[in-house]
């Protein structure tokens, strides 16, 4: 929801666009096609939806699908197994991801990218899909230049950074659950009269930050992309307590130092009259069942993943954009990080005057 | 998030030229300016966030703001309080509308909507914002063209069948809360190796029973849009319980006449061995704290549109496209309604198999 | 939590004596006992981790647990399944049963009883959890009169009409569910000044009416165990509204003929000047994860019905009375029904003037 | 729900008979009679639900409120409010005290106290409710003793360790909010297989801990009330991981050294080959809309505490037991803390196995 691609448009050859190359025909079974579909990295709310929506529409099409466990290092050690139709069912709902996931060492290797090819040409798959956030599509991209297996990603992150899409899987539910606890720490913020700073996921990415904030009504975010002045927080939160306010909420990204929320709220204790305390959210933001809205984002995304290897599209990842479904090269978005709007920051601002 | 506008981009003036247009400066106070807010029609989550961000956006502006209660009624009965700063705190997080909604028959009238200028004359206001679906818009429209009055729109409907933006105010928390509502149903149904057929609002239009339905994973969806076959529902639901489902959920938008979902449900029971039973979900849909989408939503429309009528913007309404902020003329949307991607009920139907 | 049982706590032999009565040893393994758990009539939240603690806790000692499959029908078709530690892995937080259940009409016939007697010997089990409401329960008791089969049954019902124990399994869980909703409708009620009258199952039980009521501070609670005058309801109601009260929450428990909320919404219509809504509730009370409490009270119940018969009782059914465990005969229950306290009915009309 | 009072009910004067002492007749205003009520100490989940009953059940007599802000602090402050029917409209359903609360350092000096009594001595208030939990009884206590006021305490903590009471009030949403945050937890944990040690509330107490461990088939909990062997919990982790569970799942009491849950984690990492984390649930657990349960709990409590003033009842404590209300005098809860049954721990060792 946050940044305004520009010529996004104009590039992309849409959905529908996709579908007439495809001749609008109902899908040939390419002679049994096979699949694998794996989740890498940090799991987000979202990847069962996506998964259960690759297995089925693969299946549709009458393919078959493998699923690879725990992300690339069930790749290089060959851990695989057949995905059923029935082995997705019931699982639209769940957080987490049925497959497992890890960061696997032995792929940034040439030898365990090595295996893996093995691995796939001894099932006789030539096709992958990889969900995972900037370091699962960097590995996909990887993988795919050196070994003849095509590769579509689909980009999962709650830090929703991945360039030339509006939304990473599994970011608007990792929003929804932030927003949620702040929500009951409001409570106690309020009965007590307290400032609490709460820590959100974030190491490099202010997004889930600058989302929640606004969605809470906080008093300030802060974010890496943005410095910041401890005088003008202190001066934003005197101020409301001067009007009247009883709490106060500020939001912080991780930031790649650990402990940042308590460094900001034994400063901010220094200049405060009121009691300040601090809150680090933590893996709570990973769980939980997605939202609807991930939910038919990551089914529209798994499905579509799957038209795009059926149309022989190779190293793109899928992307969201304007309100429809769209496909970049991977070389599109690779060292590359999608910035939040900073003018977000000043309506947070405005907002909780 | 179920239409892909062709040519949105080229026509809109983004939210950042518009901030070009007021050169970037910080906002002049015009000589006390006062602006009035109301919400009208059903009420939808997400409308205290909005009005939130117009009192705090136009007060930041030195701007005063009045509300109007009970929507255009209220509005002809000359019904308005000052909304200072602190009226709107805590509400953020609130279902409904602090300001209250009805449908009102006098602002029908010319003599009724006379009256309701002479009630904004007498206070000295001269601009106006309107939250609600399309009749609210069309009175708005109507209004704006009678009487010297500068009106800015925001799309709020559960519905999402307003043209040109992708995501009516509401939106997203109705589906949400349909899912949640569903997903309940969905552990009976299994436990019990039933179909259910569950009635989402929707009278004209499938916007809500198609996200609902993809979201729960749901073996079909009935709109207004598309005829449908009972004859093809029934045997997708056979083979559904021939391959071992245990339960099965249709989600029905309610149509124009009352008890679609009862009518449907007796009808399957007579071509079914399994017990069918039926659920709707009423004004369930219409209430309960926001998800983060409609805050956010909320909070940037009402903002934006404060802006737009700094800026002497009239008779436009707000939309969200492409990942960011727009308007349109009122005439832009009058008499249409966005209709659904019917394509979304082949994706259904593919990933229930 | 409605009702004072009098001299409960006199003839309960409590956990802590059962405990000494099987002298605070280890579980003994009796030579591989075979055990069967089933769940039959209406499904209640906290079934499954009611199963889990079945199965955990038998497992534990050394024995050996079937399920039964579709309740009392799967009994008498003799669809038994082993079940496994691991079969009831992840599912404490999920609702329904996932052993299935219905309504067996072959049960209720000699027949049918002499059937699971046979399809239970041929497995060697002698041992029988049921889990259920009154109906169940009256089942069990007649079953295990006719043949030598040990029966302990679990009170679930969301009705939580069972004598002799405060809390029957899926109570607490119904009662939230139901209290959400209402939440919902409150925030609709509010925005538009209307009356909801909302239906919440109970055919001749109003527990769940009443808790309901309390909970959302509803205006009147209309249940079956007590006549209303219209009269009253209305001129509740008219002296909220003229005190100033924007809506309105009438909570009507089903009884037995279908319409009730429906009918009394029509009628309540006639009387006032507000608009008045109704809404059923219906099936959605039945699902969702259970609460922590019905989580664990499943889980103690469970267990608890494993060491009864270890202990070699027969014939009764495990109770929560004055903040733990115990346990009655069949006969102490049979053709009883536990009532409301009538006080609470005072209580809400007080806490809503 | 944790303890089993032995010779609970003989004591007590239950609610049935508390009313025939006032022989059932509708309550006589007793001549304009004034009445404060204040939330002292940590704030908990039903304190508002409370509040509000107190509020309208002390009006239908036909008695005055007043409300304290800021728990003693107001008190010795003079902070009061006068608090009509309205003004505990559309609270039931919100999270901490609109009366606010804090810790005074002020009401524990007999300076503060006289204070205290001179300033409901003006306003000519002689009856108090307090809610609280231990420290908030024990300086009512005093307090009463000191002064001619009329008290009666309402036990509120999420620690739920005041003797006597099967529960205190905010305990039940306490455990709903942690287990709705593990439940979170637990998609992440399996999915990487990882061992997480949650941290939840608990200085002294261990009630919170083992309802929770309960309720998400926790593997293990640590509780104040019982030592614990590394050894024994690395052991049963290593066990389950070798049947194949996919994520552990241990709950930590934070106990009066902070940073447990780390120091556990660290540990545990030593000895496991599987990444351990930790997460610290804070003050999450004392926010949120109350359980059905709690805001039953407090209307109970609140207007129970009225027809205890009313009856002339001095220095007692309300309490739930046996399925109902009764009271106790201070004597019987000062200085004691009730201990959970021990014998949890070996029910959630079973069924984790």
Chains 1, 2, 3, 4 share one sequence.
């Not at 690339?72 to 996931?101: A, C, F, H, K, W």
């Amino acid at each position: 929801m946050l940044r305004k691609p520009k010529s996004a448009s104009k590039k992309r050859p849409p959905d529908r666009i996709l579908r007439k190359m495809s001749n609008g025909r109902s899908p040939v079974p390419t002679k049994s096609l096979r699949l694998a579909v794996l989740s890498s990295g940090g799991d987000s709310p979202g990847m069962n939806a996506c998964i259960r929506a690759v297995v089925r529409s693969a299946t549709f099409r009458g393919w078959e699908v493998f699923g690879v466990k725990r992300g690339y290092q069930g790749l290089v050690e060959g851990d695989l197994i057949p995905l059923p139709l029935r082995s997705v069912g019931n699982i639209i709902q769940r957080g987490g991801t049925i497959l497992g996931s890890s960061r696997s060492a032995d792929f940034r290797t040439s030898e365990g990218r090595r295996s893996a090819f093995h691995e796939l040409s001894a099932l006789g798959i030539s096709n992958l899909i990889v969900l995972g956030g900037d370091g699962t599509l960097k590995g996909a991209s990887l993988f795919s230049k050196e070994f003849p297996v095509r590769v579509v990603g689909i980009p999962c992150t709650i830090d929703n950074d991945i360039p030339e899409t509006e939304l990473a899987l599994g970011f608007d539910s990792a929003v929804e659950t932030a927003v949620e606890c702040v929500d009951k720490i409001r409570d106690t913020a309020d009965s007590h009269g307290r400032v609490f700073v709460i820590e959100v996921m974030g190491k490099v990415s202010g997004h889930l930050a600058l989302e929640t904030s606004l969605a809470v009504g906080a008093e300030f975010a802060l974010i890496p992309e943005k410095k910041f002045a401890l005088s003008k927080l202190v001066s934003k939160i005197r101020a409301g307590i001067d009007r009247g306010k009883k709490g106060s909420i500020v939001i912080v990204a991780e930031g790649k130092k650990p402990g940042l929320s308590q460094i900001i709220a034994e400063q901010l204790q220094k200049h405060l009259p009121t009691e300040v305390r601090h809150l680090v959210l933590g893996h709570l933001q990973r769980g939980g069942s997605p939202s609807r809205l991930d939910r038919n984002l990551g089914s529209r995304y798994g499905d579509f993943a799957v038209e795009l290897l059926s149309l022989k599209k190779n190293r793109v990842v899928t992307v969201w954009r304007n309100g429809g479904l769209g496909y970049v090269d991977f070389a599109k978005i690779e060292g590359k990080r999608k910035k939040p709007e900073l003018e977000t920051l000043s309506l947070i601002d405005r907002l909780s005057i």
